[in-house]
């Protein structure tokens, strides 16, 4: 299973920007996808995540009514839409996959595959 996340940019504080994760590979029917987030120098930490099946969605408290997740089960691609966009949100994003339900969202260890990310500016 390859994930390609895409859909990162330049954009002013207050603005909205759309990432992408694609999957693709060998049929996946895995539990759910999450997004990460990491600057540098510090440690990579949860932003978002939804069951496939989209009952389930959880986004961290710092990113919260201004991150939303969606998805498109027929291209096994799911989107974070960002909107008020802080200079505090400027990170290299990564999307990752889990095959089972797992028991914390946060826990990096328990996505199975993880994506190359793509970098996410904001200018204050």
């Known amino acids: 299973v390859q994930l390609q996340a895409s859909g990162g940019g330049l954009v002013q504080a207050g603005g909205s920007l759309r990432l992408s994760c694609a999957a693709s590979?060998?049929?996946?029917?895995?539990?759910?996808m999450g997004w990460f987030r990491q600057v540098p120098g510090k440690e990579r930490e949860f932003a978002a995540g939804?069951?496939?099946?989209?009952?389930?969605?959880y986004v961290a408290d710092s990113v919260k009514d201004r991150f939303t997740l969606s998805k498109d089960n027929s291209k096994k691609t799911v989107f974070l839409q960002m909107n008020s966009l802080k200079p505090e949100d400027a990170a290299l994003y990564y999307c990752?996959?889990?095959?089972?339900?797992?028991?914390?969202?946060?826990?990096?260890?328990?996505?199975?595959?993880w994506g190359q990310g793509t970098q996410v500016t904001v200018s204050s």
């Open positions: 939804i069951t496939w099946t989209g009952s389930y969605t």
């Open positions: 590979g060998r049929p996946f029917s895995g539990y759910g």
């Open positions: 990752a996959a889990r095959v089972r339900m797992g028991t914390n969202w946060r826990y990096q260890y328990e996505y199975d595959y």
